[in-house]
């Protein structure tokens, strides 16, 4: 098999964190963060799992995706709940499915670990995420998000 899914782990930090910058910075044309606070957040995951954990995509070796999942709760459902943050592979590695199987090894996770579901955002235009989404069984929600941005 060429890829692997696993849990991060300490020695995959400085990797991942120069991943992570480039999907917040090139992907999503966001300000860079620095690497110094993505390191500190993948650390404070591993400390804290809890709160959310991440899984690597590796190709040969090689980190060439990630996801962010973080815990919650539903008072409705009276259970955990998660919330996929980020689904990214690189671009040179796209197409091929392997975000179709890192989401797929992120549901595994999630209904192994007795969460009530999962939850995403994306954006309206991304028509490629969204197909990808719906072939695995998700759908939109009946809900209607607001958000502040401080």
Do not use: C
């Not at 998660?82 to 090894?105: R, V």
Request: aromatic share 12%; hydrophobic share 40%.
């Amino acid at each position: 098999m060429s890829i692997r899914i696993r849990t991060v782990e300490a020695e995959d930090i400085p990797e991942l964190a120069e991943v992570m910058q480039t999907y917040i910075v090139d992907h999503y044309d966001h300000p860079d963060p620095g690497i110094g606070k993505l390191k500190t957040l993948i650390k404070k995951l591993l400390a804290q799992p809890e709160t959310g954990i991440q899984f690597i995509v590796e190709y040969y070796g090689d980190l060439i995706g990630f996801a962010t999942l973080y815990q919650t709760f539903s008072t409705l459902k009276v259970k955990k709940t998660a919330i996929l943050n980020d689904l990214y592979i690189t671009p040179e590695f796209q197409g091929h499915h392997y975000g179709k199987e890192l989401l797929e090894f992120v549901l595994s996770y999630v209904q192994s670990e007795d969460f009530a579901g999962m939850v995403l955002e994306t954006d309206r235009m991304n028509h490629k995420a969204r197909r990808l989404y719906e072939s695995l069984g998700g759908a939109k929600s009946a809900w209607t998000h607001y958000e502040w941005e401080f």
